[in-house]
């Protein structure tokens, strides 16, 4: 067989047309998986993509879950020994309020010019209706011109990402068979900018809990006892303010176990972004950077881990003024972890930070909410490897490997049920508005990244 992959690209370059407009159907439903009123619209979007992916010659079907239905879908490629790629993606949309900021209805999708050509603007062009679009497209191109991908795959698109996934592990538990695949490709990253593709290869975990101190057994006027008897307040905010040492560096025992230093090939490739700290604090009304000492900012954000206080109360917080000596005070704290780090041995450590510095007559809990691990994908892998020759060709430079400061949930649940590695390839801009009033989706991105969903698939195939 003649390569078919320059007619497959010349047929996504024809249809361009065509593929916009199924994205903008699918964009008029909406899929607000948050509010129950909607949950007819979330399952007329998963019904709205099984007929899609009929139509271009998979079976599929929609699986009920707990709560919003998944849409899975096969496609035997050429045959049993190509490589199988599960395509994971979601097809619920966050809620569109606050309404009286979008310059246009939510549900019906606008095609306005912007500085990098037309953008489509409704809720979830980029979130992620417009980047399953991409793959999906290719797909159809594929199907049109080849008559089928070039590799086995398997598509798994949920509806409730956006409330948190609560019914998805218990989903991949129950079907491990039927969803087994070499690896997984997600569309739900950006890119570094609009002509510079990226791969994320690692993302932060967390763990996430929340600390209780007690001392006296009752709250105290502090006039007759203050002098003599701890304040609880000032006790916690000591124990907190010893989280960093004067450079940044975390205090909590044992917290940098097995964080790996950056390579030096990884430290030169982020400096040459030039990311303009400056500006990104500007845009938020600081100029003066945190974090480690001597560590660049990407470097901060993407490759280290983090100890931050996310709320701290206790006492008396009501107006005017209430002179009391509280018996107890509570403060959240989250830790972004990066991979390398076990989640378990950070909550050892945050106890005995807490233990170590506590007076022998008080007492602290430390509850814990949820712990992930962060998670790296090997930038040597066949996968990675396979996606850097298909964006570069696609964008004529090198694709970025990023990392990402958040969390995916989905790619640690797909690793520790279904024992799956991630390709994290997406195509959303920072300008985005993910989430906000007026998302948006360049369709340039849509094209391109269709194109480069294309290209990865002939690359995988070899
Ligand atoms: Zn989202």
């Known amino acids: 067989m003649t390569q078919p992959l320059p007619a497959i690209l010349a047929h996504l370059d024809e249809t361009a047309p065509a593929a916009r407009d199924r994205l903008i159907d699918w964009l008029r439903i909406p899929s607000i998986s948050a509010q129950p009123a909607h949950a007819a619209d979330c399952r007329r979007a998963a019904d709205w993509v099984r007929a899609e992916l009929e139509s271009i010659g998979f079976t599929a079907s929609v699986r009920p879950t707990a709560g919003h239905p998944v849409v899975v879908a096969h496609h035997p490629g050429p045959g049993a020994d190509a490589p199988h790629l599960l395509f994971y993606g979601h097809y619920d949309v966050q809620p569109a309020d606050p309404l009286e900021l979008w310059t246009s209805p939510p549900f019906e999708p606008a095609v306005v010019e912007g500085p990098h050509g037309p953008r489509v603007v409704a809720r979830g062009a980029v979130d992620d209706k417009g980047q399953c679009r991409m793959w999906l497209d290719a797909f159809r191109a594929w199907h049109a011109v080849a008559g089928g991908p ?29 969803l087994k695949a070499d690896v997984a490709v997600i569309s739900d990253t950006g890119m570094w900018d609009i002509d510079t593709p990226a791969i994320t290869t690692s993302l932060r975990g967390m763990v996430y809990g929340q600390i209780d101190v007690r001392a006296a057994s009752r709250d105290l006027h502090s006039g007759m006892y203050g002098g003599s008897a701890r304040n609880v307040l000032n006790l916690l905010t000591q124990i907190l303010g010893g989280l960093q040492d004067e450079t940044g560096r975390i205090q909590i025992p044992g917290f940098y176990d097995g964080v790996k230093e950056l390579t030096n090939a990884q430290r030169v490739e982020w400096d040459r972004l030039g990311f303009d700290e400056a500006a990104y604090l500007g845009d938020i009304g600081l100029s003066i950077p945190v974090g480690e000492r001597g560590r660049g900012a990407l470097e901060r954000m993407w490759a280290r881990p983090t100890a931050d206080i996310n709320g701290i109360w206790g006492g008396y917080t009501g107006d005017g003024s209430k002179t009391v000596i509280a018996a107890e005070a509570h403060a959240k704290l989250s830790c972004r972890l990066v991979p390398g780090q076990d989640p378990a041995k950070v909550v050892e450590g945050i106890r005995r930070f ?109």
């Open 150 to 178: 070039p590799c086995r795959v398997t598509v798994l698109i949920e509806g409730e990402e956006e409330i948190g996934s609560p019914s998805l592990d218990a989903f991949l538990a129950a079907n491990k068979d039927e």
């Open 354 to 462: 807490v233990a170590d510095r506590l007076p022998a007559d008080c007492t602290a809990e430390v509850q814990v909410f949820s712990t992930t691990p962060g998670i790296e994908v090997p930038a040597d892998s066949r996968w990675v490897q396979a996606a850097r020759r298909a964006l570069g060709a696609e964008y004529g430079r090198p694709a970025v490997l990023m990392g990402c400061g958040g969390s995916i949930p989905v790619v640690e649940s797909l690793k520790r049920l279904l024992g799956l590695d991630s390709l994290l390839v997406g195509f959303g801009l920072n300008d985005d508005q993910v989430h906000s009033p007026n998302e948006k989706f360049e369709l340039r991105c849509l094209h391109q990244g269709a194109r480069s969903h294309a290209r990865l698939l002939a690359e995988i195939a070899g």
